[in-house]
Every structure is written in C-alpha cells, then in structure tokens.
C-alpha cells in the first residue's frame, strides 16, 4: 500500500509540470455568494418547455407550431380571447401575490388552492343564509368573509408551523384536500341548489350577490381588486415598516430575530394576508365568473399561481406579466381541443415552465470558469 | 533521522486576499507518532491541515510526503497519497448505513448487488476490528451517536488506505468518555504504524494523547517539542505568546456608574448542558471589560442573554440600573445595549440586502426613520450615505448586497450602524475575527473612542493581544463563569494562559 501511494505521489509531482491542457477545461463552482439567476432566466425556462413539449405533441402526430400558434390566437387573438384570458389572470394573480408574500419570507404554502376554495365557500355562505341583502351589503359581507375565510385556512398552516414546528409544505399541501372535500360536500348535500337537476352547484347567485362585469363580457370587478392587491403589495414591500421587516426576515431569519422582530407573530400575519388573498380570488371567482359554488370551481388556480409567483421572481409587476400570459395558457389550452388535444397540453405546459424555472434557478447559483 | 519524515511542510504560506492564513509554516510529524498542532481558534491550524488533505492549495512553500515533493490538488490526490481527514463537521448521509457511507466514496460505487455489498460489508468490518474499532456497520447513521458517526468517518478513511490521519478538532463534538475512547483508538492506529495529526486547542488532551506537539499562533509556528520534554504551563504560554506590542491607548477617566450589573447568572444551552453558571459581572461608564477565553466556555451565550436573544435561568440582570425581568431584543436595544455578534454574516446582517436595509436593523422604528408605519426613505439613504463616508465603508453602491463586501467593510458597516445609535453600552463578541491588520485596527480605533466617550465596552474575544491591549479590566471565563480578574496593570499573560486553560490552581503553585 505504501509504495502505491508513494507511486501516485510521484505521479501527482510529475504531473503538475507536464499537464497543460491543450482544450481549456471547464471547472463548474457553486457560488451564490457572487451570482443570480439572470433577468432572462424566465424566459429562457418558458422557451426550453415549448420546446420540449413540441417534441410530446410532434410525437402525438400533431404539428406543434400549429398548437402554439392557435393557443395564442386562441387565449390573445380575439377581443373574446383576450377578456377570458384576463378573467382567468384575476385569480391567477391573486394567489399570486398571495403565496409570493409568503415566499418573500421562506414560507412554503402550497397551500392557496384550498385558500381560493375557502374564500368561495365562505362568500357563498353569506348567499345561503342571507339570501335577501341588498347590494351594497352583499357584496362587501361577501369580499371580506371570503378574505377571512381564506386567512384562517392560511393560518391553519402557519399555527402549527410557528409553535409545533410542523412542516408547512406538508399541511398546507392536506388543507387543499380538506378544503377540496368540503367543497364537495356542500355543493352535493346541504347547499345544492333544489331546481338544479341534481346538478353539484349551490342556487344561482342573484344580481345583487354578483360583482358588476364590464360591458358585456364576463370580465368583471374583480379585476380592480387583483391590480390593487398587486399595487398594494409593490408599496408595502418598497415602502412600509412592515414590508421592510418582512425583507429582513426574509433575507436573514437570524438578523431579523437580532433587531427584536418577532418571527412567529410575522409569520401569522404573512399567512392572514397570502391566504386572504387568495380567499379573496375564490369570493370574485364565485361571484363574478360562476355565480354561483359548484363541484370543481377551481381548474388548479392556486397551484399555477405557485408557478406565476416564481416565473415572476416574486416581483409586483411580473406577477401581473406571469399571470396574464398563464391566464393565456389556460384558456389557449381549450382552444386547441379543436385541434384533437386535449386541454391538459396546457398542463403539461406548466409543468414544464415550472421545471425548467428550478432547473434555471439552480444553475444560476453555478459559476462556469476556466481551468488555467 | 535517516528515516523520512511521514510529512513535512517547508516554508508553507497561505493567503486569502489580505489576510495572512499561515506565515511561512514549517511542520513535520513522524511516521508512527500522534502529532498535535495546537493553537487557539484562528491560529491557522485548520488551514494548514487543509493544505494537507487537499482542500486549499498553498499560496507558496512545499510538502513532501515520504520523503518526495508533492502537489495535493485535491482530496483525490491527498488519498492516493494515503492522506485521510476526518473533519469537525461529519461529512455523512445520515440515511445511509455506515458501510455504505464508507463504499459511497469509492470510484466503482455503482451499486452492484448484495452479495457484493455484503462482501464490501466485511471488508469495512476487517478493516476496523484490525484498529479496535467498534462500528455497527449495518446501522443507519442517523441512528448513531456522535462518537459512532466519528468513528464511522475513521473506518472511512483507513478502508481506503489512508496511513497519514488528520482530524480537525475531534474532540470537539465528543463528550468526556467518547474522547476517552478516542484516544484509546488513537493509540492504538499509532502503534500499528500510522501517523496521526490532530488540530485542538485544548491543552490536557494534548498532555494525554500527543507524542509530538506543535504550537501556532496567529498563522505562525511557534515551536515543536516532545510532551515530555514540556508541560501545559510552557505550551499555554505559547499559544497565547509573548507580550503584547505597545498600542496607542489614552488612559481613561476613572470609571463612572455601573451600566450593567449581572449577579450569579445562569444560562441553560440546551440538551440540560449549563452554558454559564453563577456568573457575575459589573461594566462601568467609560471602560472596557475584557472577556479572555477558549472558545466554547459559555461566552457566545453570555453574549446572547446580555443582547436579549436568550431566556436565562437564574439571576438578575441590571442595565442601567434597571432591572430586567426578561429577555428581550427590543428592551435591550431601548435600553442602549449595542450588540456586535460573533458572526457578523450569520446574524448581525442580511447579506442579500443592500447597506441601507443593513443599517436601518435596529433603528428603524425610530420616528426619523419610520413615520406612520411608512419607511422615510430619502432620509434614511441620506442618513446611510454619511454614515458609509464618515466610517469610510468601500462599496459599490448604496444597494450593493452587503454580502458582497469585504469582512472589513462588512464589520464597519455593523459599527456604523452600533455606534450610531450612541449606546450607552457596547457588546463586541470578537470584532476583529477574520480582519486584516488594518480593519482590525479601526474596529479597536471604534471601541477606545466609545470607551473616552464614557461608554461601557464589554468585549469577548478570543484573540488576547486583542483583550490586553484594549481592556481596563480582564475577566478569564473558563467553564461557563469568570475564574480570574485582574486590573490591567497586574494582567499578566502567562497567569490569564493558564486561567484559559482551566489550571486555576495554578498561580497558587507559582507563587510557592
């Protein structure tokens, strides 16, 4: 053993005179001291998953320029198009902002799905039991129950996180199904509407229960209340006291703890407004989409939302850059079934987008140089 | 004589950037010999052991091995050259069972079935029966103790042929007994043949385990010797060196009232361990109050409950004559204690944010910072850029990533921000550590002129030049209390050596 060792020592000796690589050798650091994901990171993770679900749709038979070309004329090359994309963008940029508050300080929830289902549930709530309030009381009875709503659901995560140390990935990820479950048990017992023919959905929701739409499409208020929240949230984070304890938590834990700012009571707070927020979305998708609460009211809203939140950095303005172009994506999805596909493509077009955002972020971190 | 040397080190420096890691080190340790290289934190052992296991490249020097010149580039090459380290942080799958950890390393690791991994099983058990070593290979190492896992990483590198062993502070982790047992491994891979270094800056385990020892301070070597042909009073007077170079230091106004009083404070840390236990301490106006001490001896908790960040047990603790009847951050910083933590990056700054979030940490809630819930932000960048000019902080930019900076303009930026605020009472936990020379003079340039502006300084550093050319007062912590105080004119360096070293009968026997 020794002199193996000693052999490789004279190898080594040798060697460091001798070996001048002919072709520079690539040396791969992790720094993400002096490094960043690039601004075009986004867009890079956008383009590597059309790319690679060209390949899926090419392979399915179908000619993957025509999908992409009729789900863009489909979600933004009509005035129709266009006014369903955004009202698809409300909740979508909602829960954004929602969980994007919630990453700001490293909290994980996943959960604004079942946040989105109990701002619905409780806004409707308000429909069943007071069904005879005039406008000017339904409809803000019904905004702040669903942003109360959502809160709670939302703080349902954060309690047990901040003093039993439970994992919020995991509670907030079984708080949708819980939400999900209940949901179904309201709209297929105690609140199905009796002249529905069997149908899971809670009685049609009067004119006075319904946020007002703009002209004749199905864009509605709700638009005002997603570009505000989006507004607020910039102002906050640029501006307040609050916003700035919330960065330092966010950017050093510890530090924060050293300038006397209470985690937990932050990490409460943060939660009763990211679920706010997206009960919020869930009272102006009842309200002003569906008008009324039905069995699956939610496509997955609140786990694409994670997706807008991140291709957006967290940022107020690419959060309503990301959640228009994904409001896009869903409603260019149902345009191409005319093509034979279904609207699961755009599904697989997220996940997609969102895989290639972590495999961006984490290549970000990684410093290529040349070995001299 | 004839035979070489298991290794040797020539004229080994080590830069990094500014900072002078090790200055022209020459090393050597026998084959079949437990060398200790002992120093206190920062002395540069770690780097130089990591120069030898191929973890940092010398800046210059050489290292022969066996007798031939070498060129560790990495700690592939180090273990071809039967160069094994065991690390102070344990570098284990804790899923894993402890023969695969061992197997994962190796470079045909593909899993290759069961029998095989059976085979491999009883090698690793061979390999350390052979060494006494007691491992329950099949387990998983997150069921181990800390000894087990410890051991676990010597098996590891012994099966993969390692004659030359470094361990970097492995008693560190250990309770008494498991380091008993250590040692008893130690001696036992000596007298098979191979060579051990160990860095520690624990004087007894050096007197109990080591054949050789040599001695670092501040990045230099200061002397190799037989144990014995020495004893902890000599190798304590090294480590902490000679006396201190004549500093600039005004003589001080006789100190005022007492700013902080502790009375038999008593500090938990955890898992039952008493951190500090009974201490008491007084800081007056307009002096400063050294802490001398080993790492690890209750100060970094002493630090913290004085900061407000952790509860303490018993005792009372009086800021400004007030008493505290709990801990908390923002009663200190109301109170006037300033706070300069340990590890600037870890908790004194958000390094991801720029220099004025950095320095808005503990004032912004104040009214000229903050109105109406509402940061005042165009004052508060005023307010940031003169502070950058007046502490002379070198930065890109007013929002440049704090973590960006050097450690110097890192640790000027957190004084501006302490010293700003005008407390009444400063706690610097080693301010100057991982400074260059002229960083680390402007850092104590900060602390004579809070103390001739009638301000308490209460400094805890590990550096003792640092504490003896500053201090009014020294206090020697050892244990989890204060074991010696001494006036600065009766301060004397071998005395506060062996106080640090926990021989606290020892001036008694001096004095016979």
Redesign the interface.
């Known amino acids: 053993m020794n002199g193996k060792a000693a052999a490789a020592g004279m190898d080594g000796d040798a060697g460091s005179a001798r070996r001048r690589p002919a072709v520079p050798r690539l040396r791969f650091e992790f720094d993400p001291v002096r490094t960043g994901s690039p601004w075009w990171m986004p867009l890079a993770a956008v383009f590597a998953a059309l790319a690679v679900c060209a390949v899926f749709i090419a392979a399915g038979g179908t000619d993957p320029l025509a999908v992409y070309k009729k789900m863009l004329t489909g979600a933004f090359g009509t005035r129709f198009g266009l006014t369903e994309t955004l009202v698809k963008a409300i909740p979508l940029l909602l829960c954004g902002i929602g969980v994007s508050i919630a990453y700001r300080i490293s909290f994980w929830n996943i959960g604004a799905e079942g946040q989105f289902l109990a701002g619905a549930m409780a806004a409707t709530a308000v429909t069943i039991y007071m069904p005879d309030l005039p406008a000017v009381l339904a409809l803000p009875l019904m905004t702040a129950a669903g942003i109360a709503a959502g809160g709670l659901w939302g703080l349902l995560t954060a309690l047990p996180r901040a003093y039993f140390q439970v994992n919020e990935l995991i509670s907030s990820l079984m708080l949708n199904y819980i939400a999900l479950l209940l949901l179904d048990y309201v709209v297929f017992g105690p609140w199905r509407d009796p002249g529905g023919l069997n149908f899971p959905g809670s009685p049609m929701f009067t004119a006075d229960q319904s946020l007002p739409a703009f002209g004749s499409t199905r864009l509605h208020f709700g638009l005002v209340f997603a570009l505000a929240a989006a507004l607020l949230y910039a102002f906050t984070f640029r501006h307040t006291r609050w916003g700035y304890e919330l960065r330092l938590i966010g950017a050093n834990p510890e530090a924060a703890r050293n300038a006397g700012i209470s985690l937990n009571k932050h990490l409460l707070l943060v939660m009763l407004a990211s679920g706010g927020l997206a009960g919020l979305a869930g009272m102006a998708e009842v309200s002003g989409v569906a008008h009324r609460l039905m069995y699956g009211i939610s496509p997955g809203y609140g786990y694409t939302a994670i997706i807008v939140a991140w291709i957006a950095r967290l940022h107020p303005v690419g959060l309503i850059v990301s959640a228009f172009l994904f409001g896009g994506l869903i409603v260019g999805g149902y345009s191409v079934q005319t093509l034979g596909l279904p609207s699961a493509t755009s599904e697989m077009l997220q996940g997609a987008v969102l895989f290639f955002l972590i495999a961006g972020a984490a290549f970000g971190m990684i410093r290529i140089r040349r070995v001299r | 004589m004839n035979e070489p040397h298991a290794v040797e080190m020539r004229r080994i420096c080590k830069q990094f950037g500014a900072l002078v890691a090790n200055d022209n080190i020459d090393f050597a340790a026998k084959p079949g010999e437990v060398h200790a290289l002992l120093g206190e934190n920062g002395a540069g052992k770690s780097t130089l052991m990591s120069m030898l296991s191929g973890v940092y490249r010398p800046t210059s020097g050489e290292i022969l091995?066996?007798g031939?010149?070498?060129?560790?580039?990495s700690p592939k090459?180090a273990l071809?050259?039967?160069i094994g380290m065991v690390f102070q942080q344990f570098r284990l799958v804790h899923t894993l069972t402890a023969a695969e950890n061992i197997v994962l390393g190796e470079k045909s690791s593909v899993w290759r079935g069961a029998s095989w991994m059976r085979r491999k099983t009883e090698e690793i058990g061979a390999v350390a029966e052979r060494f006494g070593l007691k491992i329950p290979v099949e387990r998983p190492v997150w069921q181990l103790s800390v000894g087990e896992q410890q051991r676990v990483e010597i098996v590891k590198v012994l099966y993969r042929?390692a004659?030359l062993i470094l361990l970097d502070e492995p008693t560190s982790v250990l309770t008494p007994g498991e380091a008993d047992q250590l040692f008893e491994m130690l001696r036992q891979l000596r007298d098979a043949g191979k060579t051990v270094i160990l860095t520690t800056h624990k004087l007894r385990e050096v007197m109990e385990i080591a054949d050789r020892i040599s001695v670092m301070r501040k990045g230099r070597m200061v002397g190799t010797m037989n144990r014995y042909e020495t004893n902890e009073r000599e190798l304590a007077q090294l480590m902490v060196g000679r006396a201190p170079a004549g500093v600039m230091r005004p003589a001080g106004r006789p100190p005022g009232k007492p700013l902080l009083e502790a009375e038999g404070l008593t500090v938990e840390a955890g898992k039952g361990r008493t951190a500090v236990r009974d201490l008491s301490l007084t800081v007056r106006e307009g002096e400063i109050v050294g802490i001398a001490g080993v790492a690890g001896n209750g100060q970094s908790e002493l630090a913290e409950v004085l900061?407000?960040?952790r509860p303490w047990r018993g005792g009372t603790i009086r800021v400004c004559g007030r008493e505290w009847k709990w801990a908390?951050?923002?009663t200190?910083?109301e109170s006037g204690i300033s706070?300069v933590?340990e590890n600037r990056m870890?908790?004194?700054?958000?390094?991801?944010?720029g220099i004025v979030?950095n320095l808005?940490?503990?004032t912004?809630?104040h009214p000229e910072r903050?109105r109406f819930?509402?940061?005042r932000?165009r004052r508060n960048r005023a307010w940031a850029r003169s502070l950058v000019e007046r502490f002379d902080v070198k930065a890109a930019g007013l929002d440049t990533p704090v973590?960006?900076l050097s450690g110097g303009n890192q640790q000027k930026l957190l004084f501006a921000r302490e010293v700003d605020r005008d407390p009444k009472l400063m706690i610097a936990v080693h301010p100057t550590q991982g400074l260059d020379i002229g960083a680390a003079e402007s850092v104590h340039r900060l602390l004579l002129e809070l103390r001739a502006a009638g301000r308490g300084v209460l400094l805890i550093s590990e550096d003792l030049d640092e504490v003896m050319q500053l201090s009014d007062r020294m206090l020697v912590m050892f244990g989890g209390t204060i074991v010696g105080e001494m006036s600065r004119e009766n301060a004397d360096r071998e005395r506060i050596g062996l106080y640090m070293a926990g021989l606290q009968d020892a001036p008694g026997e001096e004095a016979s």
């Open positions: 091995i066996r031939r010149s070498v060129n560790i580039r090459d071809a050259l039967g042929g004659d900061a407000g960040l908390s951050v923002r200190a910083i706070h933590p870890k908790s004194g700054m958000a390094g991801s944010l979030d808005l940490l503990k912004y809630r903050s819930g509402m940061l932000s973590r960006q």
